[in-house]
């Protein structure tokens, strides 16, 4: 499976500022998820977003993807110290059976 | 969401020794289960994916005989780390398919077995 690309791989910022994390892809895909995992934990899905949409919001989460630069990226608003985590983008493919996973973006938020 | 559930949670085990770890979908069945591997501060990498009642496939690099999968019924996969070495360890993170609920396709993660091979 080949991994796509997270950038940056990590950044640490203030409690109420903004946080965006980038991710490009390499192949066709179906969908595109983001997940979060804390330290030594599972992993928990935060989005999809189909390869037909271009934008979509959960609640502080605002996702964006741009099938011709196979780039998406993760903004999350007015960050809180629980959002420390580390976030993962994961491309499926149109078969539908396979998730390859970025290298992921280490999320610090300070108090 | 569904929930999936992995046992067991840590393991610590000597050199050569073999480990198996369990992954549960607990309401829902899982006619495909993946197994992935993550080593610290690095991304989750797919081993194999895990159909009921057939044989698991495997990815590229990883050794068949060495990581036993078995997906004998719709609730239970079972990963048997064979002969494990320390290189063999790792975070281990199961994840189950429902295609009757979530988003199209999403896969439901396990809180995933930390294994330690002295």
């Known amino acids: 499976s080949q991994q796509g690309e997270e950038d940056p791989q990590a950044l640490s910022i203030q409690e109420g500022e903004n946080a965006t994390m980038n991710c490009s892809y390499k192949?066709?895909?179906?969908?595109l998820q983001w997940y979060r995992q804390n330290s030594g934990r599972g992993l928990v899905h935060l989005i999809l977003?189909?390869?037909?949409?271009r934008e979509k919001h959960s609640g502080r989460l605002r996702v964006t993807l741009d099938t011709s630069k196979k780039s998406s990226s993760l903004l999350i608003t007015a960050s809180r110290a629980a959002d420390t985590a580390s976030y993962f983008c994961?491309?499926?493919?149109?078969?539908?059976?396979?998730?390859?996973f970025g290298g992921g973006t280490r999320l610090m938020v300070k108090p | 969401g569904a929930v999936v559930s992995q046992h067991p949670s840590w393991v610590i085990c000597k050199s050569g020794t073999s480990v198996k770890i369990e992954c549960r979908s607990l309401?829902?069945?899982?006619?495909?289960m993946f197994w992935y591997r993550q080593f610290p501060k690095q991304s989750l990498m797919l081993m194999a994916t895990?159909?009921?009642?057939?044989?698991?496939?495997?990815e590229q690099g990883v050794e068949k005989d060495k990581f036993l999968i078995n997906h004998a019924s719709l609730t239970l996969s079972t990963l048997t780390v064979t002969s494990a070495h320390p290189e063999d360890s790792s975070f281990y993170i199961c994840?189950?398919?429902?295609?009757?609920?979530?988003?199209?396709?999403?896969?439901?993660f396990g809180p995933g077995t930390r294994l330690t091979v002295l």
């Open positions: 994840s189950a398919r429902d295609p009757g609920r979530g988003e199209y396709n999403e896969q439901f």
């Open positions: 192949t066709s895909i179906n969908n």
């Open positions: 977003i189909r390869s037909n949409e």
């Open positions: 994961v491309e499926q493919n149109n078969a539908g059976n396979m998730l390859t």
């Open positions: 309401d829902f069945q899982a006619t495909t």
């Open positions: 895990s159909n009921e009642g057939s044989k698991a496939t495997y």
